[in-house]
């Protein structure tokens, strides 16, 4: 059973970046479809992105397309949010999941394993 471990939280001001890391503890990560959701305070927890086990392809909503980036180490069993152009409605924690199976929704029901969380706090 695959775990996973966020990192690379923090405090950015308005216009910043972060990168955050997924880690996995598997050495078969690769053949998991990974996502970043993010939950903000009072908020549903939302899609923000996810990359393809197979030729790593990657989809974004609109809300973070051409902001957001999310790449894979397959070597290090490691999944990364880089985080341009930040804005204050970008603050909330933010997840990775993983599924062996092939996502056929946006949906948060899709994945099996979490990770515990990061906080990303953008300031005005």
């Known amino acids: 059973q695959v775990q996973l471990v966020e990192s690379g939280g923090g405090l950015v001001q308005a216009g910043g970046s972060l990168r955050l890391s997924c880690a996995a503890s598997?050495?078969?990560?690769?053949?998991?479809?990974v996502a970043w959701f993010r939950q903000a305070p009072g908020k549903e927890r939302e899609f923000v992105g996810r990359?393809?086990?197979?030729?790593?392809?990657?989809y974004y909503p609109d809300s973070v397309k051409g902001r957001f980036t999310i790449s894979r180490d397959n070597a290090k069993n490691t999944v990364y949010l880089q985080m341009n152009s930040l804005k204050p409605e970008d603050t909330a924690v933010y997840y990775c999941?993983?599924?062996?199976?092939?996502?056929?929704?946006?949906?948060?029901?899709?994945?099996?394993?979490w990770g515990q969380g990061t906080q990303v706090t953008v300031s005005s």
């Open positions: 990359i393809a086990w197979s030729a790593g392809s990657t």
């Open positions: 999941a993983a599924t062996r199976t092939v996502p056929l929704t946006l949906s948060e029901d899709e994945y099996g394993y």
């Open positions: 598997e050495r078969t990560f690769s053949w998991y479809t």
